[in-house]
């Protein structure tokens, strides 16, 4: 009901509420709620901005296919049905619509951040710093790296550091790059020096970080050199997801990780794109399931989504233009609060006067607020920390 | 900062008639002062990819500004044996070879299996997508084996700076055929020295149009979505591009535009579009049709009825020319100067310019109609940047450092390889082309530093400095032995410059290549 309750004064105070909410937000909520300190948060982010209704989509709204004429053809002809939710998902997300019935899924069709420009890249900073402006020191995900301290460690799955993962203290943060040269650096006297060269500077805690990194993956049977170089496309991500799941299972204290994967800024012939990219992705997931195995699965929470949702009416292309709200997928093996095979936030239908500027989906389910909540069920922290890392949080989901 | 180097201007007009040396007070702007040896190096890493002992030595005395008007009009040599390997590349042909092949309604079709197969490979291949791998790694080798090897680095920087602003993707589609031809078109537009003439080349380029989805985007009124309406198709509008023209290449995120100018340039450009090789000459020579080389504006796409962009009224009925007046009007926004002001200074000064020093860049792009040389001027002119040529303090970007250190490895020696080159800018996650958002690579120290890049710089040090890697190898092979670049410390302790206390600590004792790989990888030479 929070959820609910959120979303409507959200409407009532319109675009400032995130800015004035979060003083008035009751902050009993977060220690009310069970908590499960010893959790794992994943964030898979999909740049480029999912078609999420190409995903999920509402069937059973009699507007999906007058608005979408080609690009509801897949879930009105092949989509699988989500119970109780009015939404059915694309037959690539069978093994999703599974987790769904299991209750190991739950999806919130209007999620989203407070971006307005429609931009890729400014939307994407604001999901990332999650301090509700374009600009800032440090992103969410590193603060809360920052803020959960001792032992856990917080990982990115890759070779460059996404904003996400910035500004954090030295060593809070680790870069673990899957894919690309297996060639690793050598131990001589040139290392030695080079280490003494920057011991001081920033550069110097990134090598020290990286010689650690390459002796773990090292331990953990080396680099896969045959997977996708550089930028993750979503096509690699199965053996990717396989191999994180590995890492993570390995060490405990791997508390927070991030992965991101390209590829979804669909604006022409998007049934074809995504019609490779959606397989990939339900595969990847799967393959972390199964991956991290039973007991890890069910300390884990897993949330995908990406920078905004795309135009709720198809363009002229049989793609769709940049949009506001959009899907966001949680999953786990033991839900908490946001968890268990229901639909998120809600969502009022596709007429006109429901959509944001009468074209997108509006975004009925706060970011940090989500973020939030799965934060405080992972990693236990309580209502004042959550603000810390998530300034402007609008009370939690 | 500008009122004093206009004063010189005014005071004695060109610079050759000024051979009366001012007062210090007056003489020196740092745009018009000869380069020391530290000055130099650091304009070589910084409007260059680098220094060796001979473009150190051609560019002590010699002035900023000279070598900005340099970098835009003047010619750029490449070593003969490069300039023949150049010359002979797939990558050379013109698009008017390349078009009737590979273009739309093109002879060389998607089921045609490859003449020859490429080796490791399991599925068959078509000879267009071995042809479209061939084509667009030779365009990728060739920006960079020209980056690394030009007698004028500035040239080859701002070139790359500008590929990287109107950003493509060279695997989006028949971009692979077309990419070359899009970096020879931005060269030919920075020698005009004008923002119009670059945003024109990139707009008007099929590579452009293709990678940001603008060849179908259709009037839903127009001739061509009513005739498909018939057939039961629908046609409409694609706003990728109009979107990107004004948040990335024009008047950037926060330059007041909205939804509705998104909407409204959208329709503007629909018609703009590439050429289909079996259109008939009738339509291509059509009442209001358009050809600019390969783009092709068929009106029959397009939304004839009135706009209004950013405030301006766009009166019905005027078909493509209403897209120049739309170019025009966005190069001459204001934003426009700030925003390209500030992405300047960001990559040539520091990641957080001087505010007043980018007000003065926007200023003189406005005053100056949008030229590249102008906008650049108060930024030379700048104690700012007289002061960072002396403590160059920026974190090299993955291109400056790879083509700096390979610079410095191979000292003169022609580097012919760009296999080499093509995938260690890839590895480090800076290909040109290759980018496939079309925000371009970013230029600040927070998107390239983290623990995973400076392992593969050291490692890249580490594999230079052991002399064994193949950088001047010739495409046709040859002499693998004579083809490796041999790194020598003296020429390396030249391109490096001054060490700090602690570096010169750490490498004392050190000799041969052990002292290479660590100047290579010092904290100093990450920086420009």
Known sequence: MSVLHFSRRRALLGGLAALTAAAAAPTAWALSQPQRANGRLLVVFLRGGLDGLFAFGPTTDPRFAELRPTLSRPLLEGGLLLARSGFAAHPALAPLAELYASRELSFAPCFGTTDESRSHFQAQDLFEL??????????????????????????????????????????????MPLAGAARQVRADRALAAIRAMHAEQASGAAIEQALATQSELDRLGGMDPQAARGANGVAGFPKLAARMAQILRSDPRLALAFIDL??????????????????????????????????????????????????VRENGTQGSDHGHGGLALLLGGAP?????????????????????QRRDLPVRLDWRSVLGRLLQESLGFPSATLTEVLPGMPGLA | ?????????????????????????????????????????????????????????????????????????????????????????????????????????????????????????????????????????AAVADRLLQSANSDNPGHEVLLNFWLNHFSIHGLKTINQFLAADYVRTLQAALREDSFLALLEASFYHPAMQVYLDNIRSTAPDSRMAERAARRGETLGINENLARELLELHTLGVDGGYRQADVQALARIITGAGILNNRLPPARVEAAGAE???????????HDFGAKRLLGVDYPAGRGSEEIRVALRQLAQHPATGRHLAGKLARRFLADEPPPALVAAMAAAFQRSGGRISATLQP???????????????KFKEPLDYLLSAARAACDGQPMANGRFFWRAAQELGQAPLLRSTPDGYGSQEADWLSSAALAKRVRLAQDLASGRLPLAQMPEGGNRRAAVCVPQAAAVRAAVGPLSATSSAALAGLDGSDEIAALLASPEFMRR
């Open chain 1, 130 to 175: 999650g301090n509700g402006q374009t600009r800032g020191a440090s992103g969410w995900l590193a603060r809360a790296a920052q803020a959960a301290g001792g032992e856990l460690r917080c990982v990115g799955f890759g070779s460059e550091q996404p904003l996400i993962l910035q500004g954090a203290a030295v060593g809070r943060v680790e870069l």
């Open chain 1, 262 to 311: 390209g590829g979804f800024d669909t604006h022409a012939g998007q049934a074809a794109s995504l019609g490779r990219s959606l397989p990939a992705l339900a595969e990847g997931l799967l393959a972390l399931r199964e991956g991290l195995g039973d007991a890890e699965w069910r300390r884990t929470q897993v949330l995908v989504c990406s920078e905004f949702g795309r135009t």
């Open chain 1, 336 to 356: 908490g609060r946001l968890g268990g095979g229901r639909l998120l936030g809600d969502f009022s239908g596709l007429a006109e006067t429901a959509l944001y």
């Open chain 2, 1 to 137: 900062m500008l009122s004093r180097s206009g004063a010189i201007l005014i005071r004695c007009g060109l610079a050759v008639l000024c051979a009366v040396p001012l007062p210090a007070a007056l003489a020196a702007t740092p745009g018009q002062t000869p380069l020391d040896a530290a000055a130099a190096r650091a304009w070589l890493n910084r409007f260059g990819y680098g220094a060796d002992r001979a473009s150190l030595a051609a560019t002590v005395g010699q002035t900023p500004q000279h070598l900005l008007q340099r970098a835009i009009h003047g010619p750029v040599h490449y070593p003969p044996a490069l300039a023949a390997v150049l010359a002979a590349s797939p990558a050379a042909q013109p698009l008017s070879v390349l078009w009737p092949l590979y273009g739309p309604g093109g002879s060389e079709k998607m089921n045609q299996p490859a003449r020859r197969q490429p080796e490791q490979s399991e599925v068959v291949r078509s000879q267009r997508e071995v042809d479209g791998r061939e084509l667009l790694q």
């Open chain 2, 291 to 301: 050809r600019r080389g390969y783009f092709f504006f068929d009106p029959a796409r």
């Open chain 2, 379 to 393: 930024l030379l002119d700048s104690p700012e940047f007289a002061r960072s040529l002396q403590a160059p303090g």
